[in-house]
């Protein structure tokens, strides 16, 4: 069964850094993995959608990559503001199946 | 606008009761599904829908029902036999791989 993590649970940063939040999941066997962002007591925002034979996706200041070999994917924020604090969440699609969701991360972006 | 519309926003349930979420789109997507999040944990999907008067079970189904009897309808019924309904629900639309979300319903139980 595929298992989505997402370490660290909680990240703080000060405003104008670059920042890396990690994915990572069990089995490689995927047939896209997606990005979304979550305001509190709100629904989920989709950011990203990488599909399986591709290596990355790049919006705005937003770049997200995807390494199936090692079950990894990342996404990147440049220059962070404060309105980018939000819990990010990560999703994985097995082929044929529905999506696993990890637990997210909470990021506070502190001006 | 188009969307996903999700009804009501917040819910309060005396226990014993069954309610009913509602969820609406108009993005002409066949493929419906309901999640359930808490405090901590990933979505967990309950029921999902690939076309009209067909569903399948997810991985917490015991408790709920869904009907699809309109493409642009999928509600789900939270009955009294769920043990522990309070939660953040959420519906989605899937197209091509790719999930779509409404703003969620938050219910609480009494």
């Known amino acids: 069964k595929q298992e989505v993590t997402q370490i660290p649970a909680a990240l703080s940063v000060p405003e104008g850094e670059n920042l890396v939040l990690n994915c990572s999941f069990t089995?490689?066997?995927?047939?896209?993995l997606q990005w979304f962002r979550q305001d509190p007591g709100k629904g989920l925002t989709s950011l990203l959608l990488?599909?399986?034979?591709?290596r990355e996706q790049t919006s705005g200041r937003l770049n997200a990559s995807l390494d199936k070999s090692s079950g990894r994917s990342t996404l990147y924020i440049a220059a962070s503001q404060p309105g980018d604090s939000a819990t990010y969440l990560c999703?994985?699609?097995?082929?044929?199946?529905?999506?696993?969701f990890g637990a997210g991360t909470r990021l506070t972006v502190k001006p | 606008d188009g969307g996903i519309t999700q009804s009501p926003k917040y819910l309060f349930r005396k226990e014993g009761q069954n309610v009913t979420l509602s969820c609406e789109q108009n993005?002409?997507?066949?493929?419906m599904y309901w999640y359930r999040q808490d405090p901590g944990q990933g979505l967990r999907l309950i029921y999902y829908?690939?076309?009209?008067?067909?569903?399948q079970k997810g991985d917490i189904a015991e408790g709920y029902s869904v009907s699809r009897e309109k493409k642009e309808s999928f509600p789900l019924t939270v009955t009294s036999a769920q043990k522990n309904p309070t939660a953040f629900y959420l519906c989605?639309?899937?197209?091509?791989?790719?999930?779509?979300f409404g703003e969620g319903s938050r219910l609480t139980v009494l």
């Open positions: 999703a994985v699609r097995p082929r044929n199946n529905d999506m696993r």
């Open positions: 089995d490689s066997a995927i047939y896209n």
């Open positions: 993005l002409n997507h066949d493929a």
């Open positions: 989605a639309t899937g197209v091509a791989g790719e999930l779509f």
């Open positions: 990488i599909q399986s034979s591709q």
């Open positions: 829908s690939q076309i009209v008067n067909d569903f």
